[in-house]
């Protein structure tokens, strides 16, 4: 079955950083494109970041500057290193798949809770 554990949220101060992690199992990982989503409340899903099985990424223009997406295929794992946090970062963050034509296809986690507050 598959599985999409995120972890590493947090409170942290506006201009604070943060790394999320996405365990990924169930899937051959390797072959995937995959992304980084947030839901504030009362928001859509969105789109911040996707990095295909080569390693190419793009960026949400929100998040272009402060956000790198990265991923380890020997530990089906899926990162997200966020600087320079604003409080309009404050969201539940998601990995699921990320190319343009299979995007979100899993069922998704439970996702992080990122807060920036002072």
């Known amino acids: 079955q598959v599985q999409l554990v995120e972890s590493g949220g947090g409170l942290v101060q506006p201009g604070g950083s943060l790394r999320l992690s996405c365990a990924a199992s169930?899937?051959?990982?390797?072959?995937?494109?995959m992304g980084w989503y947030r839901q504030a409340p009362g928001k859509q899903r969105e789109l911040v970041a996707t990095?295909?099985?080569?390693?190419?990424?793009n960026v949400a223009d929100s998040v272009k500057g402060r956000f790198t997406i990265s991923r380890d295929n020997a530990k089906n794992t899926v990162y997200l290193q966020m600087n320079n946090l604003k409080p309009e970062d404050t969201a539940v963050y998601y990995c699921n798949t990320g190319s343009s034509t299979a995007k979100g296809l899993l069922d998704w986690g439970q996702g992080t809770q990122v807060t920036v507050s002072s």
């Open positions: 169930g899937y051959i990982f390797s072959l995937y494109a």
């Open positions: 990095i295909t099985s080569a390693g190419r990424t």
